[in-house]
């Protein structure tokens, strides 16, 4: 046996050995609260991949999308014929609204279905996508939104998007994935392409 090879399994013997040893200490089984933000793109990407993943499994899972209306969603063709509920706030990105009031109002209308989701134990996982702009804009009682992830069923998961993560929710969440925005095609003056950012 070459010394490359005898250096290469000692190392990967090492990465097993610590590897094995976090699986044996994770012993609680229960949902967690995964929160994808930052200002990279994807991150509505990663969370409907949960959702999808979920229901592969053959698991029930169910999608609140704040923020990006009724607008064409690949994610949401696909999920929608397999069996997945979607709530979507009526009035779409606020940039293009510009009416604090009727915002608030949608916001507040899609959070009552976002709430029966979440107390529901039918679903392994709850995505609420682009939740984060909610609280930042303080368009719906962040306690309220914070108590109702705390108070789900237990074995329930929670999916949250959304840039600018307030500090409640990166308290509450069990992983944090930020994505960062190294280069981006929008930025070279490339129009966003159907099957690919939408």
Not at 2 to 25: F, L, P, T, Y
Not at 26 to 32: M, N
Not at 39 to 44: A, L, P, Q, T
Request: overall charge neutral.
């Amino acid at each position: 046996m070459s010394d490359k090879n005898e250096k290469h399994i000692s190392i990967s013997q090492k990465q097993k050995e610590k590897v094995d040893s976090g699986i044996a200490r994770a012993q609680e089984e229960r949902g967690i609260v995964l929160l994808i933000t930052g200002n990279g793109k994807g991150k509505s990407t990663a969370g409907f991949g949960v959702v999808s993943r979920s229901v592969g499994h053959g698991y029930k899972a169910a999608v609140v999308q704040f923020i990006k209306g009724k607008w064409d969603c690949g994610e949401r063709n696909l999920l929608e014929r397999n069996g997945v509920p979607f709530s979507i706030m009526s009035t779409g990105f606020t940039w293009d609204t510009q009416d604090r009031e009727a915002d608030i109002a949608a916001a507040e209308e899609v959070w009552k279905d976002a709430l029966q989701y979440l107390s529901d134990p039918q679903y392994h996982v709850v995505l609420l996508d682009e939740l984060t702009y909610m609280l930042g804009f303080k368009y719906l009682e962040k306690q309220d939104v914070i108590d109702a992830i705390k108070n789900r069923p237990k074995e329930q998961s929670v999916v949250i998007t959304g840039r600018g993560a307030v500090t409640e929710l990166r308290e509450l969440a069990d992983t944090i994935s930020d994505i960062q925005d190294t280069k981006h095609a929008y930025k070279s003056g490339i129009k966003a392409r159907k099957g690919i950012d939408w």
